[in-house]
């Protein structure tokens, strides 16, 4: 357990934000599972158009061509990966982590390029 300097404890602080993103990430996991099909659909176009944005600000920012290329790749990669998942059928599971993987990294690639 660690303690500050007033001696309060966030041990069990840290244990309930633990459990209280995995109950979150369930109850999403949940409510993708009932209608997969539609939410599926929505996501390929909102996650596509947040890809799109990374893109072209990896595009347009001044970073060396080997960086720029590199990250491009990785959101073009996780962008296509997710689309695919979606159109091949896989399991649920596989789709919902390929979706928030895309999005977070599109949107740390969006936050990198903006500062």
Not at 44 to 51: A, F, N, R, V, Y
Not at 68 to 95: D, E, P, R, S, Y
Request: proline residues 0%.
């Amino acid at each position: 357990m660690t303690k500050n300097t007033t001696g309060m404890n966030f041990g069990h602080q840290k244990i309930n934000l633990k459990i209280t993103v995995m109950k979150l990430y369930n109850s999403l996991l949940d409510e993708f599972k009932k209608q997969k099909m539609g939410y599926a659909s929505i996501a390929i176009i909102g996650q596509s158009c947040i890809g799109s944005v990374a893109a072209m600000l990896i595009l347009m920012s001044d970073a060396s061509k080997g960086m720029l290329l590199i990250q491009l790749f990785f959101v073009t990669i996780l962008c296509m990966g997710f689309n695919g998942a979606v159109i091949a059928q896989q399991k649920t599971n596989i789709i919902f982590n390929l979706l928030l993987i895309s999005v977070a990294f599109s949107i740390f690639i969006i936050t990198i390029n903006l500062i």
